[in-house]
C-alpha cells in the first residue's frame, strides 16, 4: 500500500510567501494615513468637548494648535466645518489622502470624521 505525499510544493510555498509579503507592504504603506485619521479624530473630539460655545475661529485656532502637537499635516483648520446640532457643537471634515505604492500604482482613501457619531 502506497501513499502519496501530501503537503506544499516549493512552488506553492513562493507563491503563498510573494502574496503575503505584498499584502504585508500594502498594510505598512496604508498604516500611517490610518494612524493619522484616528489623531485627527481624537483631536476633534477633545476640541468639541473643550469649546463649547467658542467661536468658529476659536475653534479652528485650538485645533490648529493641538495640530501642531500631534504632527497633523493632511487637515488644518480652515478644512473643519463647524455647526451646531441642538445645544451640541458638531466638527467634521472630509478628506482624501493619496498613496502611492508601485511605480504607477496607488490607493486614495476618503476620510470622514466627525465629533458626534
Not at 26 to 52: D, H, M, R
Amino acid at each position: 500500500m502506497r501513499r502519496n505525499q501530501l503537503g506544499v510544493s516549493l512552488g506553492g510555498l513562493l507563491i503563498v510567501c510573494v502574496i503575503l509579503i505584498a499584502l504585508a507592504m500594502v498594510g505598512l504603506k496604508l498604516a500611517p494615513s490610518y494612524i493619522e485619521f484616528f489623531t485627527i479624530k481624537k483631536t476633534i473630539n477633545a476640541v468639541s468637548q473643550e469649546k463649547g460655545g467658542a467661536t468658529v475661529a476659536d475653534i479652528r485656532k485650538s485645533f490648529d494648535q493641538r495640530a501642531t502637537i500631534d504632527d497633523i499635516s493632511t487637515v488644518k483648520g480652515s478644512d473643519l466645518e463647524v455647526t451646531k446640532e441642538g445645544s451640541a457643537l458638531v466638527i467634521s471634515v472630509t478628506y482624501r489622502k493619496e498613496i502611492p505604492l508601485f511605480s504607477n500604482l496607488g490607493v486614495y482613501i476618503d476620510f470622514y470624521a466627525a465629533s458626534k457619531e
